[in-house]
């Protein structure tokens, strides 16, 4: 089964404002990051935030991340019609950096 | 600097039949992942390797799938028998061991139908 799960599933914005997603996972983790999926492409890195950290912000991303109760969310400020994507958490975990995908949160930003 | 390349981009084939896909990562690249990505679901790994050696293949259905990365650059995934349930995207990805470089970085994936 997979580690993470985003959660909202869907979710439909209007332009401007902004989109939260959050992720929860169950083991202990090396690190979060967070990808994105245009429809039908391959998934681009985002951000990373690793385990001992608790808030990292890159251009309009802010993730934070809550080891205590397993748990990341990405806010993106701003929304703009081209964030509409597929956006997926991914857990890295042991030795070798074995890393764990979510289900996804499907973001609709409507012009 | 090159991305990851993949091919072929498109595959149909028919069930019991087999089918190659084929991974060339980013040059210094020590890891390389292979991922199954079903409609509407997020990847699954199906085998990461180190270099030549395999670090985990846990998911990797091993009686129809199988794959290896001669001399620890290019890889290829194989299925032989296909089945129906075997329809998705097929993709491979790559990272550094360097610490602090632990993004993988991925190929435009092979989607795959089963017929």
């Known amino acids: 089964s997979q580690q993470g799960e985003e959660d909202p599933q869907a979710l439909s914005i209007q332009e401007g404002e902004n989109a939260t997603m959050n992720c929860s996972y169950k083991t202990s983790i090396n690190n979060l990051q967070w990808y994105r999926q245009n429809s039908g492409r391959g998934l681009v890195h985002l951000i990373l935030i690793r385990s001992n950290e608790r808030e990292k912000h890159s251009g309009r991303l802010r993730v934070t991340l809550d080891t205590s109760k397993k748990s990341s969310s990405l806010l993106i400020t701003a929304s703009r019609a081209a964030d509409t994507a597929s956006y997926f958490c991914a857990t890295s975990f042991g030795g070798y950096q074995k890393v764990t995908f979510g289900i996804g949160t499907k973001l609709q930003v409507i012009p | 600097e090159a991305g990851v390349a993949q091919s072929p981009r498109y595959k149909i084939i028919e069930k019991r039949q087999s089918v190659a896909f084929w991974c060339n990562p980013i040059?210094?690249?020590?890891?390389l992942y292979w991922y199954q990505q079903i409609l509407g679901q997020g990847p699954k790994l199906l085998i990461q390797f180190q270099n030549n050696g395999v670090v985990d293949d846990s998911q990797l259905p091993k009686d129809r799938f199988s794959a290896e990365r001669l001399k620890g650059v290019d890889s290829t995934l194989k299925i032989q028998p296909a089945k129906l349930e075997d329809s998705a995207v097929y993709l491979c990805?790559?990272?550094?061991?360097?610490?602090?470089?632990?993004?993988?970085?991925f190929g435009p994936g092979t989607r795959l139908l089963v017929l």
């Open positions: 990805a790559s990272s550094t061991l360097l610490a602090d470089q632990e993004t993988q970085y």
């Open positions: 040059s210094g690249h020590a890891t």
